[in-house]
């Protein structure tokens, strides 16, 4: 492989193995808050005890989050220098404010919440973990400004002198309509993988015939907010992400086109169809057997059942003449890795959908008051702890291949438009020097990847720490909550 793929290949694996960390931040961020919100409004341990304990779980999530973010913006200039010199005046300022405005806002505020306990007033302490997850949520908004840019670009000018492409309104690169619907679908994403993040820990202590009885309600009780946040938010994907597709069958056609890959047009009146899974040729040239929705794409593409779609083969055509003659434009190929757009959609659906029948299982099973009968409905299923064993990668997973889609599906653009993917990397970065890093960054985040996996294994099997029945915050003096701080 040469520099070009190298480079590809690190950024691939860095971004989707950070991108783990990400969903899972953003959403339990808000869990948490609405715990510890719990425990002061009804005085009930066991809030409080389910805020501890998610607690010490989110901020090793974070840390390792935190870590692992910071290479991708070194990529930028060791891998991508024709790229951050082509669009660095637009792509870095929202970046910038990221960095100094939403990531010190949740870094800092969450200090402040993770050494305030027993320390500081416990309004401001509450107030301390809500400005934790509007930070998070900050942080995502200007991230996908940056990416939408790349979707879609607005907001700039060409400067033919120096060749790069100059900001002229930060607002329409901040409410590009690519980021308007990214940001909701993003964060409803987030908050179905924070929901099945305190799912599956509550689930399997639920199951597990070890987990104290007397403990068995609370579990009961983040079992609860787990799956309801996690069937709202996945409705709350869905809608945005058929908001977001007709989004891209304007802005990004050819997208559309390969996640179904759709080769000839559909025009007005015959309404093309979405197929659920297809046997035939990798590239989709060849199709053996389908299992289809009829004009079900149209829909998902314009609203309209019945609506026009066009082709891959229409929409090469049209790339070819309209790009030619470009230096950083032109190609020979406009079409997309058609395998990896085409499963990559159906897999973030399907694993998506899949996660929220799950929750909507565990809704049903849980369902009354919460009896003690209830309470261990289940305790020592095989199919329950099956269940607390994968539900977490589903959204999880499904939010990874959701990113694989956009970022795959705009090749060979790195923006849309106006550079090409081979015309970005840095041409005095040889093959050698890329694969040497992307084995040592491998390798690294491997070992980071044990650390986590054994961290949240090892705070995850002992459960929520038992407080003092009347547990409250004594500004002046240390209590029980030093053992939490300590901790971290």
């Known amino acids: 492989m040469d520099a070009l793929d190298l480079a590809r290949w690190q950024f691939g694996i860095t971004t989707v193995y950070h991108f783990f960390f990400v969903p899972i931040t953003i959403g339990l961020s808000l869990l948490v808050a609405i715990m510890q919100t719990q425990w002061m409004r009804t005085r009930n341990p066991q809030w409080l005890r389910l805020t501890k ?12 989050g935190l870590v692992t973010g910071i290479v991708q913006e070194f990529q930028f200039g060791m891998n991508w220098s024709d790229y951050s010199r082509f669009v660095g005046d637009i792509f870095g300022a929202p970046l910038a404010i990221e ?15 993770i050494f305030g306990w027993g320390r500081i007033p416990e309004k401001l302490h509450l107030a301390a973990i809500w400005l934790v997850h509007i930070g998070t949520a900050l942080s995502a908004y200007f991230i996908l400004a940056a990416n939408s840019f790349m979707q879609n670009p607005v907001g700039y000018t060409l400067n033919p002198e120096s060749g790069r492409a100059e900001l002229t309104d930060f607002v329409a690169v901040l409410t590009n309509k690519v980021q308007l619907v990214a940001f909701p679908h993003v964060l409803t994403a987030a908050y179905m993988t924070g929901g099945a993040f305190v799912l599956a820990f509550a689930v399997w202590h639920l199951w597990r015939t070890r987990t104290p009885q007397s403990d068995k309600p609370m579990y009961r009780k983040a079992a609860k907010l787990g799956a309801w946040t996690l069937v709202i938010a996945g409705v709350g994907v869905i809608v945005s992400g058929d908001v977001q597709g007709k989004v891209m069958s304007e802005v990004q056609p050819m997208k559309m086109a390969a996640a179904e890959a759709l080769y000839e047009d559909y025009p007005e009146g015959e309404g093309a169809p979405f197929s659920i899974i297809t046997v035939g040729s990798l590239d989709g040239t060849e199709e053996v057997w389908a299992l289809t929705v009829p004009k079900l794409l149209s829909y998902l593409s314009t609203g ?6 066009e082709g891959v083969n229409g929409i090469q055509e049209r790339y070819v003449q309209t790009y030619a003659g470009n230096d950083l434009t032109e190609v020979e190929d406009y079409r997309p890795l058609m395998p ?63 990113w694989i889609f956009t970022e795959m599906g705009r090749q060979p653009w790195v923006v849309m438009g106006l550079m090409t993917t081979q015309t970005a990397v840095s041409p005095s970065v040889g093959a050698g020097t890329v694969a040497l890093s992307m084995v040592v960054y491998t390798a690294l985040y491997g070992v980071l990847a044990v650390l986590m996996v054994g961290l949240s294994l090892r705070y995850g099997r002992a459960g929520a720490e038992v407080v003092p029945e009347d547990a409250s915050y004594d500004p002046k003096g240390r209590t029980d909550d030093d053992a939490f701080v300590f901790t971290y």
């Open 304 to 309: 309209d059942l019945e609506g026009a779609v």
């Open 53 to 64: 304990f998610f607690g010490k779980l989110f901020t090793i999530n974070f840390a390792l």
């Open 340 to 402: 990896v757009t085409y499963w990559s959609f159906r897999l973030m659906m399907g694993l998506g959908f899949l996660g929220m029948g799950i929750g909507m299982a565990v809704l049903w099973r849980l369902r009354g008051k919460g009896d003690a009968d209830g309470e261990t409905r289940m305790e020592g299923s095989r199919w329950w702890g099956w269940a607390a064993a994968t539900v977490l990668f589903m959204p999880l997973f499904a939010n990874s291949f959701g």
């Open 99 to 113: 960095a100094l405005l939403a990531f010190f806002l949740e870094s800092t505020f969450l200090g402040l919440w």
